[in-house]
């Protein structure tokens, strides 16, 4: 009996970096090769196609190098792997994801992992996350559920996973949901249901430029005024609380002609929608035609606002989209 196959493609990030003996830091050092070769009982588990797509810190990868691994992945499953694992550097970690399971149409798992610790660590993570990560790949229950992160022996789902600590092992957790599942004895084992997901078809224009505005002390907008007189396609203003800004951002979103999504800088939870009426407040953001992001923090909410923009979505529909994702 033939052995699945499994696609490993590699990114960058600290899962391939060693300072290799030197002073200065650790940098991009290994292919996809050597990252297998780090895991020899793969062998044992699927036949292993590796290649190296990029060899960046993730901080440096773009959007449209994220377009070209999910074409490489297409390819793969096109070809017969019944799941592919990417690897990347953590930085970026859920951006990418995220905007991959935006667009992942395919039955079979992409995962995504990264390592904390570089190789010249002592207990670096990065062997272990692999291996977890063709488990999780090579199981049946793994289908149906878009883009997975598995980091740390846990399984995200893409939609709600985040980087939450600079340096720890357990920085990724699901923020507003519970983990997919855990890799178990050499198994994956799931714990919850498939979440939800809408597939929105890959752009084929060139995708919009879109700002994020932080919040914060004594903001006078005056950022906004020069993102809104700049060639951004629209914004994201990281707002106060429940999704609020100072009465001076709001001097600046009233004049603004381009799409604005409102998300919450806490982290987690949802924005208000019809709590607050003063000026500056959800209400009257609303009012302005600004969206409210929803569950979405920033960085999730400039994506699919990218998504939604690139397929020519009215803002009437982008408007449903975020209260319906």
């Known amino acids: 009996m033939s052995k699945p196959k499994i696609s490993i493609g590699a990114l960058g990030g600290t899962i391939c970096m060693s300072a290799g003996g030197k002073k200065g830091g650790v940098k991009p050092s290994f292919?996809?090769?050597?990252?297998?070769?780090?895991?020899?009982?793969?062998?044992?588990?699927?036949?292993?196609?590796?290649?190296?797509?990029l060899a960046l810190p993730s901080g440096s990868l773009k959007l449209n190098d994220i377009i070209s691994v999910y074409k490489w992945a297409k390819e793969q499953i096109k070809n017969g792997a019944k799941g592919v694992v990417i690897t990347q550097g953590t930085d970026t970690l859920e951006e990418s994801s995220f905007f991959l399971n935006l667009i992942w149409d395919e039955e079979a798992p992409l995962v995504m992992t990264g390592a904390m610790r570089n190789a010249d660590d002592i207990s670096a993570d990065g062997a272990g996350n692999i291996y977890a990560s063709v488990i999780t790949?090579?199981?049946?229950?793994?289908?149906?559920?878009?883009?997975?992160?598995?980091l740390n022996d846990t399984i995200h789902s893409a939609k709600w996973v985040h980087k939450s600590n600079t340096f720890s092992l357990q920085t990724f957790i699901s923020v507003n949901a519970g983990v997919q599942g855990m890799v178990v004895e050499r198994e994956a084992k799931y714990i919850t249901c498939a979440v939800k997901r809408k597939i929105y078809p890959l752009p084929d224009k060139p995708l919009p430029k879109i700002a994020i505005v932080q919040s914060y002390l004594d903001n006078d907008g005056s950022i906004i005024k020069l993102i809104g007189e700049s060639k951004f396609e629209g914004m994201v203003i990281d707002g106060f609380g429940a999704g609020h800004v100072s009465f001076d951002m709001m001097d600046e979103i009233e004049k603004l002609k381009i799409p604005v999504i409102v998300s919450s800088k806490t982290g987690s939870g949802m924005?208000?929608?019809?709590?607050?009426?003063?000026?500056?407040?959800?209400i009257?953001?609303?009012?302005?035609?600004?969206?409210?992001?929803?569950?979405?923090?920033?960085?999730?909410?400039?994506?699919?606002?990218i998504i939604l923009l690139a397929n020519k979505i009215s803002l009437k529909e982008i408007k449903n989209e975020f209260e319906n994702f």
């Open 31 to 53: 292919s996809a090769d050597d990252l297998i070769a780090a895991v020899p009982v793969l062998k044992d588990m699927a036949t292993i196609h590796a290649q190296t797509i």
């Open 137 to 150: 790949a090579l199981d049946d229950e793994s289908r149906n559920r878009g883009v997975l992160v598995v």
């Open 284 to 305: 009257d953001l609303q009012n302005n035609k600004c969206i409210m992001s929803g569950w979405l923090p920033a960085v999730k909410a400039r994506l699919l606002l």
């Open 271 to 282: 924005c208000a929608t019809k709590t607050y009426g003063y000026k500056g407040s959800e």
